[in-house]
């Protein structure tokens, strides 16, 4: 909680009164980020709404009735959208390499439904791990040095995207997930395990064993990239940076 918290504030990812949408895929990291939001709203300074988001890409056997049940419990509204998304990719289209495709279409529909609910922001569950290796993704794929930033302004439709887990560990969220029992949906995903993302989260996981602080260093290198945080005042829980 305390990590979530302060990459809110270092990045101003949550204004006053907005009403802010979590994507849900089903997955451990947006799961976690749905309960850290949710409990940041009994005592966060700034107040805000939520509801979340799920889009269904089609697949058979993609059941969210226990994420249902959680968003019942935390007294937060649930959508999920039903498309056509995986039929298209798979069937109609045969991509060789469907997962860009997939995120833009996905990323199309659960926008709209945003800002259908009167959204501002929309909350991907994006952790440490994944900003590292989205860093190498780029590099080694696109030639260039990229990261998500913790706060994206789509000029289209005047949504922010913020990803409130960024100086969280993968093992944390693992951990999270195992102590509080959050009903994560398994994917039904063919290609699942197969991505050029999971070659690139092995690369990672190799290299760390081999540099000590391999994964502080270069999310360090990262937030350079970022730009400056705020300076806090001391309180336990937040440091200075």
Same mark, same amino acid.
């Given at each position: ?9 270092d990045?101003?990812? =949550?204004q006053a009164?907005? !009403? ?5 895929s089903?997955?451990k990291? @947006?799961?976690a ?8 709203r009994r ?7 939520? @509801?979340a988001?799920t889009?269904d890409l089609?697949?058979?056997g ?10 019942d419990?935390?007294?937060?509204p649930? $959508?999920?959208i039903?498309?056509? =998304?995986?039929?298209i990719i798979?069937d109609?289209?045969?991509e060789?390499?469907?997962?860009s495709?997939?995120? *833009? ?11 259908? *609910?009167?959204?501002?922001?929309v909350a ?5 791990d994944?900003? %590292?290796q ?10 260039r ?7 994206t302004?789509?000029d289209?439709?005047? %949504?922010h995207?913020?990803r409130?887990l960024?100086?969280?560990p ?10 509080? @029992?959050l009903?994560v949906?398994?994917?039904p ?6 991505? !050029? ?5 092995h690369?990672?996981?190799n290299?760390? $064993? ?6 502080s260093?270069?999310?360090t290198? %990262? ?7 705020? %300076? ?8 200075h940076d």
């Amino acid at each position: 909680m305390s990590k979530v918290r302060r990459a809110c504030e270092d990045y101003d990812m =949550i204004q006053a009164n907005e !009403k802010i949408s979590v994507a849900i895929s089903g997955g451990k990291d @947006s799961l976690a980020t749905l309960m850290a939001l949710a409990a940041m709203r009994r005592f966060y300074p700034k107040p805000y709404t939520l @509801s979340a988001i799920t889009v269904d890409l089609g697949l058979e056997g993609f059941d969210t009735s226990g994420v249902r049940d959680l968003c019942d419990r935390l007294d937060i509204p649930y $959508t999920v959208i039903k498309t056509d =998304i995986a039929k298209i990719i798979f069937d109609d289209r045969a991509e060789s390499n469907p997962c860009s495709l997939c995120a *833009q279409m996905r990323k199309g529909a659960l926008n709209a439904e945003a800002l259908k *609910q009167g959204c501002t922001r929309v909350a991907y569950g994006h952790n440490r791990d994944d900003i %590292i290796q989205t860093f190498f993704l780029s590099l080694f794929y696109e030639g260039r040095i990229h990261s998500p930033l913790p706060v994206t302004y789509l000029d289209r439709t005047h %949504i922010h995207v913020i990803r409130p887990l960024i100086y969280v560990p993968e093992m944390d969220v693992v951990g999270f997930a195992k102590k509080y @029992s959050l009903p994560v949906v398994k994917s039904p995903c063919p290609i699942d395990g197969y991505t !050029k993302r999971e070659a690139m989260k092995h690369y990672v996981s190799n290299e760390r $064993t081999k540099y000590k602080d391999f994964d502080s260093v270069i999310f360090t290198a %990262i937030k350079g990239m970022w730009g400056p945080v705020k %300076i806090h005042s001391k309180r336990k829980g937040n440091t200075h940076d």
